[in-house]
């Protein structure tokens, strides 16, 4: 939804009025019908209001809380369904039972609410749709999948296995670059704390030398100067940097697109890599798993995308669908994406034309699967160089800093 500034002239007065709405025309209807005698001048596009972009991010926020559910006890629960299920118990005393024994209070309520939807006539998967944002797209095509087979054990567990590869790997990562980042931080703080402690014991030996300073020493009293006089404002404007950043890529999607973009360009060393190996694995292995379960391909195209949460990457992969529309093969569909490598379009169109896309979809996801895992094994040893780079230059900073003006200081006292 967009807001506009709609201008117009009512009784011989002319006025505004802020309208949301999907389009220009849209809004233009809304004045028309609210004030049926106006004449309409022109619709604007402007920014929502401030207490309305207020109470979206307020909103965000209180969603985004509620919706912290841990993969772990999603994964607990939908285990749980596929047992007592497969066991032939009845799914809204499962659910009941389920509901009762989860510690996660938003699981809780949400077993409980899907268990008296379905004690009202709703299906499993009509109640389950109120809480896609908490289980994602892939849950709510699995849950279909087992209704539709009758088979609701099945389907939850090749859910719960799905989920649990997911997490396996966003775990992996987060391994892999906790030490680099702790690494980083202790440096950061080391240096912040030498020129704090140390630069000032020799500003005053500097300041007596009445001569230009090498470059090195310059900026080690510029950011003494700084951290000294505006540390907490520099912190305060960083922390609202980064504030800003985050509240625009959740409220902005040209914002969110623009940043995606950034994050799997070249720039982005390691990490692009990372973002992309991580992305087409989790997508292949929901698309591969939902035809192999008997997913239409289009339908499993539409969910495995739903689960790319980098736009760039979504966009480029939705024009799949859409080009098997037009008439296209799956593999002449993949390969006009220019994300997958030729080998792998081979397997597919192989997969295609044997009757065995969902093998090669398989193969295709322990290719994408390996590349990650061997990215994520041999992080160290990329990024230490990249370290060893970082530190040596604060060191070199720090040394020249203080040592090159004692050297001039040394070459004037000498006799001539």
Same mark, same amino acid.
Request: net charge neutral; proline share 3%.
């Given at each position: 939804?967009?807001?506009?500034?709609?201008?117009?002239?009512?009784?011989?007065?002319?006025?505004?009025?802020?309208?949301?709405?999907?389009?220009?025309?849209?809004?233009?209807?809304?004045?028309?019908?609210?004030?049926?005698?106006?004449?309409?001048?022109?619709?604007?596009?402007?920014?929502?209001?401030?207490?309305?972009?207020?109470?979206?991010?307020?909103?965000?926020?209180?969603?985004?809380?509620?919706?912290?559910?841990?993969?772990?006890?999603?994964?607990?629960?939908?285990?749980?369904?596929?047992?007592?299920?497969?066991?032939?118990?009845?799914?809204? =005393?499962?659910?009941?039972?389920?509901?009762?024994?989860?510690?996660?209070?938003?699981?809780?309520?949400?077993?409980?609410?899907?268990?008296?939807?379905?004690?009202?006539?709703?299906?499993m998967s009509d109640s389950m749709k109120k809480y896609a944002y908490e289980f994602?797209?892939?849950?709510?095509?699995?849950?279909?999948?087992?209704?539709?087979?009758?088979?609701?054990?099945?389907?939850?567990?090749?859910?719960?296995?799905?989920?649990?590869?997911?997490? =396996?790997?966003?775990?992996?990562?987060?391994?892999?670059?906790?030490?680099?980042?702790?690494?980083?931080?202790?440096?950061?703080?080391?240096?912040?704390?030498?020129?704090?402690?140390?630069?000032?014991?020799?500003?005053?030996?500097?300041?007596?030398?009445?001569? =230009?300073?090498?470059?090195?020493?310059?900026?080690?009293?510029?950011?003494?100067?700084?951290?000294?006089?505006?540390?907490?404002?520099?912190?305060?404007?960083?922390?609202?940097?980064?504030?800003?950043?985050?509240?625009?890529?959740?409220?902005?999607?040209?914002?969110?697109?623009?940043?995606?973009?950034?994050?799997?360009?070249?720039?982005?060393?390691?990490?692009?890599?990372?973002?992309?190996?991580?992305?087409?694995?989790?997508?292949?292995?929901?698309f591969g798993e939902l035809v192999k379960a008997g997913v239409p391909v289009n339908?499993?195209?539409?969910?495995?995308?739903?689960?790319?949460?980098?736009?760039?990457?979504?966009?480029?992969?939705?024009?799949?669908?859409?080009?098997?529309?037009?008439?296209?093969?799956?593999?002449?569909?993949?390969?006009?994406?220019?994300?997958?490598?030729?080998?792998?379009?081979?397997?597919?169109?192989?997969?295609?034309?044997?009757?065995?896309?969902?093998?090669?979809?398989?193969?295709?996801?322990?290719?994408?699967?390996?590349?990650?895992?061997?990215?994520? =094994?041999?992080?160290?040893?990329?990024?230490?160089?990249?370290?060893?780079?970082?530190?040596?230059?604060?060191?070199?900073?720090?040394?020249?800093?203080?040592?090159?003006?004692?050297?001039?200081?040394?070459?004037?006292?000498?006799?001539?």
């Open positions: 939804m967009k807001y506009f500034n709609v201008t117009m002239i009512q009784k011989g007065k002319k006025s505004q009025e802020l309208v949301k709405a999907i389009d220009r025309m849209a809004a233009i209807a809304q004045i028309k019908d609210k004030f049926s005698s106006a004449i309409v001048i022109r619709a604007d596009e402007t920014q929502p209001p401030l207490e309305e972009t207020i109470k979206n991010l307020l909103a965000g926020l209180k969603k985004g809380a509620k919706a912290s559910i841990p993969a772990d006890a999603k994964i607990s629960a939908i285990r749980q369904i596929s047992v007592m299920t497969d066991a032939g118990i009845p799914i809204n =005393d499962t659910l009941r039972d389920v509901a009762e024994n989860t510690t996660n209070k938003s699981l809780k309520e949400i077993f409980f609410s899907m268990n008296n939807d379905i004690n009202a006539g709703s299906s994602g797209h892939v849950a709510l095509a699995m849950t279909e999948l087992g209704e539709r087979t009758g088979n609701i054990a099945q389907s939850y567990k090749k859910l719960a296995d799905i989920l649990e590869n997911i997490r =396996d790997n966003v775990k992996k990562f987060k391994k892999a670059m906790r030490s680099p980042m702790i690494t980083l931080g202790a440096m950061g703080i080391a240096f912040t704390i030498l020129i704090m402690v140390v630069v000032p014991k020799f500003k005053d030996i500097f300041e007596q030398l009445h001569t =230009d300073l090498p470059t090195p020493t310059v900026i080690l009293l510029d950011l003494e100067y700084a951290f000294s006089n505006y540390g907490l404002y520099i912190l305060a404007v960083l922390f609202l940097i980064v504030t800003a950043i985050k509240f625009a890529y959740k409220t902005s999607r040209d914002f969110r697109y623009k940043m995606d973009t950034l994050m799997i360009s070249p720039y982005f060393y390691l990490i692009n890599k990372a973002i992309f190996l991580s992305t087409m694995h989790q997508y292949n292995l929901v339908e499993a195209l539409e969910t495995g995308v739903g689960m790319v949460s980098n736009l760039a990457l979504k966009d480029n992969l939705m024009t799949v669908n859409a080009n098997i529309g037009r008439g296209m093969s799956l593999a002449e569909a993949f390969q006009l994406t220019g994300l997958y490598e030729n080998m792998l379009l081979q397997m597919i169109k192989a997969g295609e034309a044997g009757g065995q896309l969902d093998a090669m979809l398989d193969k295709v996801t322990e290719y994408y699967d390996m590349r990650f895992r061997e990215l994520i =094994d041999n992080l160290s040893a990329y990024i230490e160089p990249i370290m060893m780079i970082f530190i040596t230059g604060l060191v070199l900073l720090m040394a020249l800093g203080i040592f090159m003006p004692m050297w001039d200081l040394g070459q004037a006292a000498k006799p001539h």
